[in-house]
């Protein structure tokens, strides 16, 4: 039986929800986000549940209560697609409101929750400290500074305790990707970029002496800490710690393809060519399969994940244009009077002869929703044809932690929209 079909007992002989309580249809609401291409039930089910509910919101029909809250929260961001720790720490303050709670599992929430808020914190000390004894900041001075952010988003993607050294390596990869990201996107010339490529491919400190001196510094940091990351993974009995320099080259060489596709092209691209290029350099593909690596897995597993399954690309083509449409404006402001910058965003606008930006935006937010679809028809099939959970599980929590972060703005680049958050899970006791 399809699961949808339950929904039709809510339905009436004209196709219209026959429900009008707002608990239930904020149920639904969330529910009908669990849907597949092709569930139009579900489809009509999203659209008139949230119709009803924005409408209930600015007519002010529902009192100030926990209730209105919820569907505030859920009409910015369904349940499914929010980062599990985040949500966690929201719902205590949530469930300590109601009357209906359980005092028991208050405080054992509250419990779990500090805990693990003692071990993130910890982690950060020891990533703080390795950051600034590698004075990378002297040396490279345009590139973000963002370990507290990038911690943040990686503990989005494991939050489970027993992955605490995991999320340090997962930290200090994509501390350097960050600015791997910032040399190859913003500050280095196409034969900059090109040298320092085919150095990480040699990964032989004697490569450098072919690079220009800002980035000698920091490729001999970078070989350094993955040597130090590959052996504590090896004494750790992980089998498979090469593949951190894998996916580390990997993702430099993606970043030079899209940097040399970008300066040779001259004529228009459509958004699916775009994505040929923008897809691999948005590196989700390298925090998943990364992922995979610190929690064990093995070596079929993260070979499967490095040619963009179908979960995989979907999560990506996710994470690459709601990257791109929340950095739109920023970056077309930046680049003032000079060629825009090619994103999807632009290709849309070429592809579909837009003149208005909130055309393409919401062109682009419907790519957005056929890949989560994408993603739920491959968590929905039988387990013998799908990787296991916990693999799939990285892979949508990266995701849910790209739609976090990306969601109204870039706040990677501009943390402060991150701060009330981020103090909620670092600082601020339970």
């Known amino acids: 039986d399809n699961a949808a079909d339950v929904f039709l007992k809510f339905i009436d002989d004209k196709g219209k929800i026959t429900c009008n309580d707002t608990r239930s249809l904020l149920c639904m609401y969330n529910a009908a986000h669990v849907r597949t291409h092709g569930e139009e039930t579900l489809s009509n089910a999203m659209a008139y549940t949230k119709g009803h509910l924005q409408c209930a919101v600015e007519q002010q029909t529902i009192p100030p209560s926990i209730l209105l809250d919820q569907v505030r929260r859920t009409l910015e961001t369904p ?3 929010r980062p599990p720790r985040v949500e966690a ?68 993607v494991l939050f489970e305790p027993q992955y605490s050294y995991g999320r340090i390596v997962l930290t200090k990869f994509f501390t350097f990707i960050s600015i791997f990201d910032d040399i190859y996107d913003s500050y280095s010339t196409l034969e900059e970029s090109r040298l320092l ?19 000698k510094f920091f490729y001999s940091k970078v070989l350094t800490t993955m040597k130090v990351i590959a052996k504590d993974l ?17 993702a430099t060489k993606c970043y ?12 228009p691209v459509t958004v699916e060519e775009h994505l040929r290029f923008s897809v691999p350099s ?15 897995a093995s070596g079929d597993a993260i070979e499967w994940g490095m040619t963009y399954p179908k979960i995989m690309r979907a999560s990506c083509v996710i994470g690459r244009v709601i990257n791109d449409v929340a950095s739109h404006e920023r970056e077309q402001e930046q680049c003032s009077g000079e060629r825009p910058v090619m994103s999807t965003v632009e290709a849309c606008l070429e592809e579909n002869k837009y003149t208005a930006k909130e055309d ?7 790519l957005i929703e056929e890949s989560w679809m994408d993603i739920i028809e491959e968590l929905l099939k039988p387990a013998a044809a799908r990787p296991t959970t916990p693999l799939l599980e990285a892979v ?12 109204d703005q870039d706040t990677y680049t501009d943390p402060r929209a991150l701060k009330v958050v981020v103090d909620s899970i670092y600082v601020n006791s339970i």
Not at 109 to 136: G, H, M, N, V
Not at 256 to 267: F, G, H, I, P, V
């Open 89 to 156: 720490r929201h719902f205590i303050s949530v469930y300590e409101r109601m009357s209906t709670r359980n005092d028991a599992i208050l405080e054992l929430a509250k419990l779990d929750f500090s805990i693990l808020q003692a071990l993130y914190c910890e982690e950060l000390r020891t990533l703080t400290l390795w950051w600034k004894e590698l004075q990378l900041q002297d040396h490279l001075s345009f590139a973000r500074d963002r370990m507290v952010e990038m911690h943040f988003w990686m503990l989005g």
């Open 282 to 296: 948005c590196c989700c593909m390298h925090v998943a399969c990364l992922a995979f690596v610190v929690i064990g």
């Open 197 to 215: 490529t085919m150095a990480m491919e040699r990964w032989d400190e004697q490569a450098a002496e072919h690079l220009p001196g800002y980035m």
């Open 79 to 81: 349940i499914f697609r």
């Open 360 to 366: 393409a935006y919401r062109k682009l937010s419907e």
């Open 256 to 267: 030079y393809n899209e940097a040399k596709w970008r300066e040779e092209s001259d004529t």
């Open 234 to 250: 090896d004494s750790q009995g992980n089998k498979h710690a090469d593949y951190v320099k894998k996916l580390l080259i990997d």
């Open 396 to 407: 949508v929590n990266s995701t849910r932690m790209l739609d976090f972060l990306y969601k």
